[in-house]
């Protein structure tokens, strides 16, 4: 097996299993967390005037569904994820409420679109997770019409989000075996280092690549601050597994490291991003 297809399986087994569970487990704290940034993509597809949108790495469709919402009759929004629990979710949801709305449980890596189907493309932290980048964004390329838009939101560096490594500091005298980062590995600091996003979509043939930091407060009510801590992340993965009273353990010593970021009943802190624009050559080539 060839290393980008060993870090893709890895990509399937973990959105398939703990880490899919996680986020389907906690989808009402982090669709909440994380709306300011669903807010910006609606509104480049509203600046865009876009009709058929594709949100890549679209988890549990809360961004699918504020598109959808946008674009009412006059559009379509499409999500795809490689997460069966995430996806099985949205479909209900989609169902539950009668959204016009689709969803394609798939690796958008390699996924076969219909050529140039597609007039924005957009991605809420959801393509910093691909095993070759530049294939990837090739694929979505040709997926997209001549003149389409891309607008993803990506994390800039992990030293810059220290709300998203605190619990594995806080927990790394207790979890030896956590497993480390790696910079630019598939992960959720993928796409931290700007010249490289600027090179994966040069050679993936995007043009008009404009790559903005963005800073945005979220947040969310620190009732749920357990229940984040438990299910989501390198710790949260951990804990699913592990037994009593480990467990509780490891909890209260993550849960104590968040204190700072506690401001009366919420928790808040600010996500350090990028803002990823560029556009599909006016003629393409597909193939």
């Known amino acids: 097996m060839g290393v980008a297809a060993q870090v893709d399986d890895e990509q399937v087994k973990l959105w398939n299993g703990a880490a899919g569970r996680a986020w389907v487990e ?42 959808a919402q946008l674009l009412r009759q006059q559009g379509h929004c499409t999500g795809i994820d490689i997460s069966e629990p995430m996806i099985a979710a949205a479909r209900a949801r989609a169902e539950r409420e009668g959204r016009p709305v689709s969803f394609i449980c798939a690796d958008a890596q390699t996924y076969p679109f219909a050529p ?46 220290p709300f998203m490594t605190t619990a594995e500091q806080a927990a790394k005298p207790l979890l030896p075996d956590l497993p480390a980062r790696r910079p630019d590995a598939p992960g959720q600091f993928g796409l931290a280092d700007r010249k490289r996003v600027e090179n994966i ?20 009510p620190a009732s749920q601050l357990a229940r984040y801590v438990s299910w989501l992340g390198p710790v949260g993965t951990m804990l699913q597994a592990m037994e009593e009273p480990r467990r509780t353990q490891v909890i209260e010593t993550v849960r104590g490291a968040f204190d700072r970021y506690i401001h009366g009943n919420d928790i808040r802190f600010t996500a350090v991003c990028w803002m990823v624009a560029a556009r599909a050559p006016a003629k393409t080539a597909h193939g």
């Not at 009402?28 to 509203?46: D, H, I, K, N, W």
């Not at 058929?52 to 549990?60: E, F, N, P, S, Y």
């Not at 979509?201 to 969310?220: K, M, T």
């Open 116 to 161: 140039a189907s597609f007039d924005m493309i957009i991605s809420r932290l959801g393509v910093m997770f691909f095993a070759d980048p530049v294939q990837a964004f090739a694929n979505l390329r040709r997926a997209a019409r001549p003149d389409a838009a891309l607008r993803f939101i990506a994390w800039r560096g992990a030293a810059e989000n």
């Open 201 to 220: 979509l040069e050679d993936s043939g995007w043009d008009a690549i404009a790559i903005e930091p963005v800073d945005v407060a979220l947040g969310f």
């Open 26 to 67: 906690t989808r009402e704290v982090l669709e909440g967390m994380f709306r300011p940034l669903e807010e910006l993509l609606v509104q480049a597809v509203s600046d865009a005037a876009a009709s058929r949108v594709l949100d890549i790495g679209c988890g549990t469709g809360a961004t699918t569904f504020a598109v």
